[in-house]
């Protein structure tokens, strides 16, 4: 099995999977904080800078299957040792994401946003339960949008542009009917109840079974993908 030979692949481009989140990360966050200086005294500063690595996990997923499947393929690495060898790099990487965040969210609580009333890391909610409760929100939502980008980019190496367009067009007129629907029988209440009567967590967990679908669905598309 080549899933090694895969991992390697990886782990030599360090500057897409480590540098480039953790500098943009620390670099909004080190800006955010020199403001919070200059502010007046008193006034607490929420940002959502930290999503930025959640958001950057669903780039990396979309953009993985083009930089890298023709290569894998090219060097004779079987197609399902590099779908495990791309599980096993995604979630080791989004597990030492999400211990770093629920460290530095344990800092910023503990240091009163870092002595200048910052809220980069840590949010009401969301880290409202256990550490443990905490690491798992981050890495299941890590790996959920991780996953969500690698069966875009499965799909696309699979069924081409066209196919794409095609499956983009379907979604947003399955979203909009859905939306209609909800309108049409005034159901956002009872929406808003079920997320405002359930833990970040619980909802967390909500997300497993569809990344295991993600993921399930990107194997068999790359199983039938051209190079």
């Known amino acids: 099995?080549?899933?090694?030979?895969?991992?390697?692949?990886?782990?030599?481009?360090?500057?897409?999977?480590?540098?480039?989140?953790?500098?943009?990360?620390?670099?909004?966050?080190l800006f955010t904080l020199l403001?919070?200086?200059?502010?007046?005294?008193?006034?607490?500063i929420y940002t959502g800078g930290a999503s930025y690595i959640f958001f950057y996990m669903l780039i990396i997923g979309i953009t993985v299957v083009k930089q890298t499947f023709p290569y894998a393929i090219g060097m004779s690495i079987r197609r399902?040792?590099?779908?495990?060898?791309?599980v096993a790099m995604s979630v080791a990487t989004n597990i030492l994401f999400g211990i770093l965040l629920v460290i530095l969210s344990f800092i910023e609580n503990a240091t009163n946003g870092w002595g200048g009333r910052v809220h980069f890391f840590h949010f009401p909610y969301l880290n409202d339960g256990t550490l443990f409760?905490?690491?798992?929100?981050?890495?299941?939502v890590l790996i959920h949008l991780f996953f969500l980008?690698?069966?875009?980019?499965?799909?696309?190496?699979?069924?081409?542009g066209k196919g794409l367009l095609i499956a983009?067009?379907?979604?947003?007129?399955?979203i909009s009917a859905a939306l209609l629907l909800v309108n049409y029988y005034g159901a956002w209440i009872n929406i808003f109840n079920w997320f405002a009567t359930h833990t970040a967590i619980q909802i967390a967990y909500t997300l497993i079974l569809p990344t295991l679908l993600f993921i399930g669905l990107s194997y068999l598309m790359l199983r039938k993908a051209t190079v």
């Not at 403001?35 to 607490?44: D, H, K, R, T, Y």
Request: aromatic share 16%; hydrophobic share 55%; glycine share 6%.
């Open 1 to 29: 099995m080549n899933i090694q030979s895969v991992l390697k692949m990886y782990s030599q481009d360090k500057l897409t999977w480590f540098l480039i989140p953790n500098i943009i990360l620390f670099s909004v966050f």
């Open 35 to 44: 403001v919070s200086i200059l502010i007046s005294a008193g006034e607490q």
């Open 80 to 86: 399902t040792d590099y779908f495990l060898g791309t």
């Open 149 to 160: 980008g690698f069966l875009i980019s499965s799909f696309t190496r699979r069924f081409g």
């Open 168 to 174: 983009a067009i379907s979604l947003l007129l399955i």
């Open 133 to 140: 409760e905490q690491l798992m929100i981050y890495i299941i």
